[in-house]
């Protein structure tokens, strides 16, 4: 197998682009990545880029993986979130027993998918758990080699409640192959990820690929390096820079058309009118000051990790803010080049209503909505968030 990221992630894309531009309509018409474009990516390497160097991956700093992640996502908004979600779920091997671990990342290129929500039911028994339930948002489920999910402990069909009162969740790891893929995956965008639900019917899942939800503080020996102490914080910068390689593409097809387009029963181009002008720079601005923030939260972040130093949520702030702001920035970004193209912007036959359809589907994903500012505003005000994320 070739595996090219570490000649330079940006070279891979380059090499990349050409197939994943062939299939990008193709992913968005059949709501699920075609083959070419997943087998591309693989042999490309990029499911390595999170992978632990001591099972053959990359272990790729924060910064440059969010670049090459973005750089997909310019060119395949669907190829960018797939491969971007499942190098995501990599680091949480890290608190698997070690048998574990090895099992699903054993083969560095490996693909992984899930959704935690709604919980299922995970009933102890000898050896493990007998697992049920139905979880939404498997984004590239079908392409996936093992599928991670949550469940509830559950004790004589009632919950098992913890020390803070709260019921007591697991963490779960099993092949595709025990899965059932439900078809549910109908939306306004993001359609090529095919995010089906995943459904669990009293499936036995042995105790090497689960984990009792607590604190990521002791993470197995493959996971030692500054990437893996990013703990869950790692969830929401991979998120935003799918907003951003969106943002870019739009902007740029926008630059595109506006040399040449004239508003029917009008002789001024796009490119002449003061309002386009003004509404091109304004959208060049935001997304670039929404990538600076992004890259320098993850830098700054890097650098204290890379001490040996622990993440405290204090720490974390900059990176989710960041997260935030870049994916927020980036639909009002598309926002402004949705007005500027006219109805160029609603014909199927242009990508501007997929910009558009995509980059606010992206906005609704938990580790970057709005809704995250109120968690990290409770922060910076001296209370407990509600995003329990922030503490593992």
């Known amino acids: 197998m070739t595996t090219t990221v570490t000649n330079g992630p940006m070279d891979v894309v380059k090499r990349l682009e050409p197939v994943l531009r062939e299939n990008a309509a193709l992913a968005d018409a059949e709501r699920n990545l075609p083959k070419a474009a997943m087998a591309a990516m693989v042999e490309a390497g990029i499911f390595r880029t999170w992978m632990p160097r001591a099972f053959g991956g990359l272990e790729m700093a924060p910064t440059p993986a969010i670049q090459l992640f973005e750089e997909i996502a310019h060119i395949d908004s669907a190829a960018g979130w797939i491969a971007s979600n499942s190098c995501a779920i990599t680091p949480l091997c890290q608190v698997l ?130 990437l893996y102490a990013f703990r869950l914080w790692l969830f929401g910068p991979p998120i935003a820079s799918v907003a951003l390689g969106i943002a870019r593409a739009a902007l740029e097809d926008c630059i595109a058309l506006a040399g040449r387009k004239i508003p029917h029963n009008t002789q001024v181009a796009l490119s002449d009118r003061a309002t386009i002008q003004d509404r091109v720079a304004r959208a060049k601005a935001m997304v670039d000051a929404a990538r600076a923030y992004l890259y320098r939260a993850l830098d700054d972040t890097w650098a204290y990790l890379s001490t040996g130093a622990k993440i405290t949520p204090e720490q974390g702030i900059p990176v989710q803010l960041a997260t935030c702001y870049a994916v927020e920035t980036a639909g009002k970004a598309v926002d402004l080049v949705h007005t500027a193209v006219g109805t160029t912007g609603i014909r199927n036959e242009h990508r501007f209503q997929q910009y558009f359809r995509d980059v606010h589907t992206v906005s609704q994903h938990g580790s970057g909505s709005p809704e995250r500012f109120e968690s990290v505003g409770k922060l910076l005000l001296g209370k407990k968030s509600d995003w329990g994320f922030f503490y593992l």
Do not use: N
């Open 97 to 226: 027993p070690e048998a574990g671990a090895t099992e699903i990342c054993a083969d560095p290129d490996t693909v992984l998918a899930g959704g935690w929500f709604p919980p299922g039911r995970a009933v102890p028994v000898d050896g493990g758990y007998r697992v049920s339930g139905q979880w939404a948002f498997g984004s590239g489920c079908q392409h996936a080699h093992w599928l991670t999910a949550m469940g509830i402990l559950t004790d004589h069909g009632e919950p098992r409640v913890g020390p803070d009162g709260q019921p007591m969740q697991v963490m779960l790891f099993f092949p595709t192959a025990e899965a059932e893929i439900v078809d549910t995956w109908h939306t306004l965008g993001m359609r090529g990820t095919g995010s089906h639900d995943i459904k669990l019917t009293e499936v036995f899942i042995p105790a090497r690929r689960t984990f009792v939800m607590r604190p990521f503080d002791h993470p197995g020996a493959a996971f030692g390096g500054p």
